[in-house]
């Protein structure tokens, strides 16, 4: 009986001693296992590093390209494109003067100035910083999109490659047209004692009025008269009315007062081009002046009163920029009757 006793006894202990021993171990494997569900579970939803990557570098290329489009404000640019290019054009006497000879020196005419337009337009955002945050806030400086400290960098690596370039090429007329634009420019903007000439309607009608005939008309003109052609120096009727109109329509500053101005100032361009036109010997030339004026001019008509005055609200920076966007755009056709005539 005692030995039965023992037995069982000892059959318990052994029981209960198997099993706290495994139960602790149990355990333990579960919990062991349940990060490594969780990781493979967590890995299958990661995206590919290398796809995201390439999408964040497109996006920051064309966000990139869009600030410096907003930076460089090129439609100001297209008017000197138009008004340089036309002034060239009448330096040439005859269509074998135009490839490639014409072309490759109107390159080397605009390229400097146009570093000089981002030097004009980027001094101009850095003087003007605060009042763009008001006025402009779309603007990269403005924004805060480029620091002062780049936007300071920017524009003296502009300023320097509009001279380094004109140097290396060598046209005297193209330097002295950097220069005035330069110096004009810079005192029209610049928050200096003497400077900031934006404050003072005569000297900003002085600034834009001179740095803009010298660049659009005579200097244009004579680079490729005499540095590019290699000719004796000539003022054609053409450049001399071209350069007469420009300045007083240059001169016009208050824009929502002098629309009307404007309108009438291109249509004054429009009929002494017809007049210029009609003293040619040649009776072709006459006609087809004519017909060319009248249709431009009633295009030109179009745009500026039905989308410049009609469809325009003064009171709205962007709107407003429309208005000048459409005189700048309707200034490329008097110089091309100009140069017909």
Request: proline share 4%; aromatic share 16%.
């Amino acid at each position: 009986m005692e030995n039965n006793i023992i037995k069982t006894s000892l059959e318990n202990n052994w029981t209960n001693h198997y099993y706290k021993g495994i139960e602790p171990k149990s355990t333990f494997d579960k919990y062991e296992k349940r990060p490594l569900i969780n990781a493979v579970t967590t890995e299958s939803y990661e995206p590919e590093p290398q796809a995201y990557n390439s999408k964040i570098i497109i996006e920051s290329i064309i966000h990139g390209f869009d600030n410096f489009r907003k930076f460089s404000r090129f439609y100001a640019f297209m008017g000197l494109v138009a008004g340089s290019f036309f002034s060239s054009l009448l330096a040439v006497d005859n269509l074998s003067q135009l490839f490639p000879t014409f072309f490759n020196g109107y390159l080397q005419y605009i390229v400097p100035h146009f570093f000089m337009h981002l030097y004009i337009v980027g001094l101009n955002q850095l003087a003007d910083l605060e009042i763009d945050k008001i006025n402009k806030p779309y603007l990269p400086l403005a924004s805060g999109e480029f620091s002062f400290t780049n936007g300071i960098i920017t524009v003296a690596s502009f300023l320097f490659l509009s001279f380094g370039s004109a140097w290396m090429i060598g046209s005297k007329p193209s330097l002295l047209s950097l220069l005035v634009t330069f110096v004009l420019m810079t005192a029209y903007s610049i928050n200096l004692p003497f400077l900031r000439w934006k404050k003072s309607t005569t000297l900003t009608v002085m600034a834009h009025a001179i740095g803009m005939t010298t660049s659009f008309n005579i200097a244009a003109f004579m680079h490729m008269k005499t540095f590019v052609l290699k000719k004796a120096t000539t003022y054609p009727r053409s450049l001399f009315l071209a350069t007469v109109v420009m300045a007083i329509f240059f001169a016009v500053v208050a824009m929502a007062k002098v629309f009307w101005f404007c309108v009438s100032l291109l249509e004054i361009a429009y009929g002494a081009a017809i007049l210029i036109g009609a003293s040619s010997p040649f009776l072709w030339s006459k006609l087809f002046t004519f017909l060319a004026i009248v249709v431009n001019e009633r295009s030109a008509w179009v745009l500026n009163v039905v989308f410049g005055e009609n469809l325009v609200d003064n009171d709205t920076n962007p709107s407003f920029a429309g208005v000048f966007m459409v005189q700048s755009d309707s200034k490329i056709q008097p110089g091309l009757e100009l140069f017909k005539g």
